[in-house]
């Protein structure tokens, strides 16, 4: 991981193994955004190697998607019965390749990273203008959290370099043993409704749902002075439930 005293960023040739430095050690700190931040932006702004080879080096291949509009489950090769050669990582390897074909140039941005070790989930807050090159003046700027689920296993075992060689771990967990690493094993993006409504109608999509917001404030408003009576009665003796 980069020393805090250097400001450079990784380049995006160095993405690869700095995800790599990441995902192998599991204290993932303050310092991570901005390996994170390398990483996606290779993901979602890199060559097309570049994308081929993060897909391939850090998701594991049954690694499935969730996202508002669209999904890829897992499931690994031998499992649809005319491509026995396809994996799930395949197909989430093709959204992304849409996505750059749909919107080559992203102006992509990660505010913050979170990595809870306990659940084996990364939190990213990111910020990304999505614009389709053949619509004129059509910009979607949006916010989303994606949620990484992580799973361990040997480098060996997950992510084969391109020339079929396997990728080599950072460290070793005593002698002759390989350390595990983490590999993202599920994405899942989230995005708040005005957001979403961005992708399919720009500019009055997210106006009309602001003002639904506001009519949805206003019902809640009336809905709990008018029926406080009812409130009281069906909460009466109500307590905090303890936290396990």
Not at 41 to 69: I, R, Y
Request: glycine share 6%.
């Amino acid at each position: 991981m980069e020393h805090p005293g250097e400001c450079c960023p990784p380049s995006r040739a160095a993405a690869a193994q700095t995800l790599g430095h990441l995902l192998a050690n599991s204290g993932v700190n303050a310092n991570a955004v901005r390996e994170i931040a390398s990483v996606i932006t290779t993901l979602t702004t890199g060559s097309v190697q570049e994308q081929q080879d993060t897909l391939t080096n850090f998701f594991v291949p049954h690694a499935s998607f969730t996202h508002p509009l669209c999904r890829v489950p897992s499931f690994s090769k031998g499992t649809v019965p005319l491509a026995p050669g396809l994996e799930s990582r395949w197909l989430l390897l093709c959204i992304y390749r849409w996505y750059r074909t749909l919107s080559p140039n992203i102006d992509i941005h990660i505010d913050s990273a979170v990595f809870d070790q306990r659940s084996g989930q990364l939190f990213v807050s990111i910020r990304q203008t999505f614009a389709i090159w053949f619509i004129p003046l059509y910009k979607a700027p949006v916010k989303l959290t994606t949620v990484l689920n992580l799973e361990q296993h040997p480098a060996s075992e997950t992510s084969p370099s391109r020339n079929g060689n396997t990728a080599s771990s950072n460290s070793l967990s005593g002698p002759g043993q390989e350390r595990l690493r983490y590999f993202i094993a599920h994405q899942e993006d989230l995005y708040q409704m005005n957001d979403l409504i961005q992708f399919v109608c720009p500019w009055l999509g997210p106006l009309l749902w602001f003002f639904w917001q506001l009519v949805s404030t206003g019902l809640c408003v009336a809905g709990a002075v008018v029926l406080l009576p009812l409130y009281l009665l069906l909460n009466k003796g109500a307590k905090a439930k303890k936290v396990q």
